[in-house]
């Protein structure tokens, strides 16, 4: 399911020039979940692949100027219809939490992995995308056993005077519910 290279084998690669090695590979213990669209409130672009990749067109939005070269990533991004596009091996520090925190330890991006929800804080997840996070997040475990149910948690609980994904509309009862 996941290579030795951390790349998930059902994931479309399209890798990120965003991300740097972690200090310690044997210290994956974190599952991170998020939301993100561009425009924000849009789905089913490419812009999130382009906004990772650092090839969004500033132009063609004038939110994308805003944000065009803030050089960030995650390991994994799940749209709308199920698919799962891997930019970071999950070996690799992926550049997702920021300035974070959980369980009393800084620093998140080192020791964790972060998903992407094609989403908004607002709009209900597609059920294909419940499905789709739950099998590489079962994945996940098998793979790097430090991470556990209660060490999957949201950006906003790691950094919650930032951030506010995934939002109150992610069903965590349910994710949770397909998890066993
Ligand atoms: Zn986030």
């Given at each position: 399911m996941i290579d030795n290279q951390g790349w998930y084998h059902t994931a479309r690669k399209v890798p990120s020039p965003y991300f740097d090695e972690r200090s310690d590979v044997?210290?994956?213990?974190?599952?991170v979940v998020h939301n993100i669209s561009l425009p924000p409130g849009q789905f089913?672009?490419?812009?999130i692949e382009q906004f990772f990749t650092g090839k969004l067109n500033p132009d063609?939005?004038?939110?994308?100027?805003?944000?065009?070269?803030?050089g960030v990533s995650a390991h994994c991004l799940i749209k709308r219809n199920g698919?799962?596009?891997?930019f970071v091996p999950f070996t690799a520090r992926a550049w997702h939490a920021g300035q974070s925190s959980f369980a009393g330890?800084?620093?998140?991006?080192?020791?964790?992995?972060?998903?992407?929800?094609?989403?908004?804080?607002?709009?209900?997840?597609?059920?294909?995308q419940y499905q789709a996070l739950a099998k590489l997040s079962q994945a996940l475990?098998?793979?790097?056993?430090?991470?556990?149910?209660?060490?999957?948690t949201g950006h906003q609980y790691i950094a919650p005077m930032r951030k506010t994904d995934p939002g109150l509309v992610f069903d965590w009862i349910k994710y949770r519910a397909l998890l066993d």
């Open positions: 044997n210290d994956i213990s974190l599952l089913g672009s490419d812009h063609e939005h004038p939110f994308f100027k805003v944000i065009h070269k803030m698919e799962v596009v891997q330890r800084e620093r998140c991006n080192d020791y964790s992995i972060g998903i992407e929800l094609e989403g908004t804080d607002y709009v209900a997840y597609t059920e294909e475990m098998i793979m790097y056993p430090q991470i556990t149910v209660p060490r999957i």
